[in-house]
C-alpha cells in the first residue's frame, strides 16, 4: 500500500478494483496465461476472459479452485478483503500525473457505487409503494 491524497491506496480493495481485476492480478502474479489457469480449472479460455472482464462469474466450486491455485482466499477474489495481493511492488515510479488520474478513478468509482446503492433502494421504494397501491 502507498498513500496519496486520498489516504491509503488498497489497489484490490472493493472500491479500486472488480472481481475481475483481482483475478487478473492474481493470475499475472503467479506467472500464468489466462489460457494456462482456464486449462488447470477445466475451464474454456472464453469463460476464464469472461471473468476477467467481470461479464460474468465463476460457480462455487470454480472460484474454490481458483483461489487455491492462485493462493488466494476466496473472500479476497469475491471482495478485495483478506489474503490475497499486496498493491504494485514499486509504486514510487508512478508519475504524479498518473496518480491522480488513478485518484480520480477511485472517488469517482466511489461515487457511482453511491449513487447505484442509492438506486437501488429508491427502485425498492418504488417496488413498495406499486405493491401497496396495488393491493
Known sequence: MTED???????YGPDAATFGDRVAAARE???????QLARRLG???STLRGWEDDLSEPRANKLSMMAGILNVSIMWLLTGEGDGLEGPDDVSEVPP???RLLASMRELRGDL?????R????????RL???EGGQ
Open 43 to 45: 475451464v474454456k479460455l
Open 129 to 131: 409503494q406499486l405493491r
Open 119 to 126: 438506486l437501488a433502494r429508491l427502485e425498492k421504494q418504488l
Open 97 to 99: 500525473e498518473m496518480g
Open 113 to 117: 457505487k453511491a449513487a447505484s446503492d
Open 5 to 11: 491524497t486520498q489516504g491509503p491506496v488498497d489497489w
Open 29 to 35: 502474479r503467479a506467472g500464468m496465461t489466462q489460457a
